[in-house]
């Protein structure tokens, strides 16, 4: 199948690939049928996108963000969840409670590729729409309680677009969560040597060294948690181990939020 993909867009190709070979290994830590249908549809070569500290990275971020989101779930089951920059994820089918409303929110070309794999489903919808503009979230049904979940997008932002993306959560909902992976200024500077990224044309965006710079960008924002993904690598093989001793500021984060 003939796709072009935006500069962003293509590394949503990256957990799509790991989560794919992941699943076919004996041990399996996170299990995604979907992932290993998707790449067979669309007859993408994912090869390059599948390299060892990065494959620990999105299993780690994967099982990190399902087990926050179901502790989240657990207290607000008829929340509205959005995937902001969804790729190709299927967190809805592994989170799924029975009564929350999800949307996959993804830009406009990155949801036409993503209708090609998926349909929508009972209290599960796609639809186009930018980190950057809150167009999209007045056809959104209201809820007491909102979690947004950005898995690997903010990333790529620069720091006026983080504010941006900030400002338009915090105005376009009155409650909310947002679970979002943070990176560090190490990183920021090193797009070129990160093991998938530089089979990209993306570069990352602005880094952080703590969460808590973002409550300067939007007033209205509380500082929850925040989680290495070293945490959950170290248990897994000796490089992550090493990380979690000499790259205890350089790993991605899982940061949470409230408004
Ligand atoms: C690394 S992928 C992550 C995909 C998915 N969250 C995952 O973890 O599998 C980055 C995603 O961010 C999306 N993206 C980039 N800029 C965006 C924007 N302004 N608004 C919404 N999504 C955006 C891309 O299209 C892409 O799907």
């Given at each position: 199948?003939?796709?072009?993909?935006?500069?962003?867009?293509?590394?949503?190709?990256?957990?799509?690939?790991?989560?794919?070979?992941?699943?076919?290994?004996?041990?399996?830590?996170?299990?995604?049928?979907?992932?290993?249908?998707?790449?067979?549809?669309?007859?993408?070569?994912?090869?390059?996108?599948?390299?060892?500290?990065?494959?620990?990275g999105v299993v780690a971020r994967t099982i990190m963000f399902q087990e926050e989101l179901k502790k989240l779930?657990?207290?607000?089951?008829?929340?509205?969840?959005?995937?902001?920059?969804?790729?190709?994820?299927?967190?809805?089918?592994?989170?799924?409670?029975?009564?929350?409303?999800?949307?996959?929110?993804?830009?406009?070309?990155?949801?036409?590729?993503?209708?090609?794999?998926?349909?929508?489903?009972?209290?599960?919808?796609?639809?186009?729409?930018?980190?950057?503009?809150?167009?999209?979230?007045?056809?959104?049904?209201?809820?007491?309680?909102?979690?947004i979940v950005m898995e690997g997008v903010l990333e790529?932002?620069?720091?006026?677009?983080?504010?941006?993306?900030?400002?338009?959560?915090?105005?376009?909902?009155?409650?909310?969560y947002l679970l979002a992976e943070l990176h560090?200024?190490?990183?920021?500077?090193?797009?070129?040597?990160?093991?998938?990224?530089?089979?990209?044309?993306?570069?990352?965006?602005?880094?952080t060294?703590s969460g808590?710079?973002?409550?300067?960008?939007?007033?209205?924002?509380?500082f929850v948690s925040e989680t290495s993904y070293n945490e959950e690598m170290?248990?897994?093989?000796?490089?992550?181990?090493?990380?979690?001793?000499?790259?205890?500021?350089?790993n991605n984060r899982l940061a949470v939020f409230?408004?």
């Amino acid at each position: 199948m003939e796709i072009t993909f935006g500069d962003i867009q293509e590394t949503a190709l990256i957990p799509l690939a790991i989560k794919a070979s992941e699943t076919s290994r004996p041990n399996a830590r996170i299990k995604d049928e979907k992932a290993k249908q998707i790449i067979e549809a669309l007859e993408v070569d994912v090869s390059k996108f599948d390299p060892f500290m990065s494959h620990e990275g999105v299993v780690a971020r994967t099982i990190m963000f399902q087990e926050e989101l179901k502790k989240l779930l657990k207290e607000y089951p008829d929340a509205l969840c959005i995937n902001l920059g969804c790729g190709f994820d299927d967190k809805f089918s592994q989170v799924d409670n029975g009564r929350l409303t999800w949307f996959d929110v993804d830009l406009p070309d990155q949801i036409a590729v993503r209708r090609k794999v998926y349909e929508d489903r009972e209290r599960c919808t796609m639809m186009d729409g930018s980190a950057l503009d809150g167009e999209w979230t007045t056809q959104l049904p209201k809820s007491d309680m909102n979690i947004i979940v950005m898995e690997g997008v903010l990333e790529y932002f620069s720091k006026d677009q983080v504010k941006t993306c900030l400002n338009m959560l915090c105005d376009s909902f009155d409650h909310g969560y947002l679970l979002a992976e943070l990176h560090s200024p190490f990183l920021e500077k090193n797009s070129k040597h990160h093991d998938a990224v530089k089979n990209t044309n993306a570069t990352f965006g602005w880094g952080t060294k703590s969460g808590k710079e973002y409550l300067e960008l939007e007033p209205r924002l509380k500082f929850v948690s925040e989680t290495s993904y070293n945490e959950e690598m170290k248990k897994y093989s000796i490089p992550g181990k090493l990380m979690a001793i000499f790259g205890k500021n350089i790993n991605n984060r899982l940061a949470v939020f409230n408004w």
